[in-house]
């Protein structure tokens, strides 16, 4: 699976990271590895998963986590996390 997470401000990506996990875990395990890889590339805490991010990511296969997800202050809109490729 490869996942693509950017930061976002004022229409303009700041910062941006793909990860790439290999693993015969489950889906949502190779999400969580993911988005795991890229807040400690970006060095971000990991965000918090609310129901609009949960529902828009089984619909659409990515989210935006806004202000609202982190627990620490943000300098961006949002990072967006994305899936380009599952195995």
């Keep these: 699976m490869r996942l693509w997470g950017k930061e976002v401000k004022n ?3 700041l910062r ?7 693993s015969d875990d489950t889906r ?3 999400i ?3 988005i795991s890889e890229i807040c400690h590339e970006l060095d971000l805490a990991e965000p918090i998963w ?10 659409m296969a990515r989210t935006r986590f806004r202000r609202d997800s982190f ?3 943000i300098d961006f809109d949002y990072l ?3 899936v380009l490729e599952e195995n």
Excluded: P, S, Y
């Design 28 to 30: 949502t395990h190779k």
């Design 11 to 13: 229409n303009r990506i």
């Design 32 to 34: 969580f590895q993911c």
């Design 50 to 59: 609310l129901e609009g991010n949960i529902a828009e990511f089984k619909r």
């Design 71 to 73: 627990m620490e202050d």
């Design 16 to 22: 941006e990271f793909t990860a790439e996990v290999c």
């Design 80 to 82: 967006e996390i994305r």
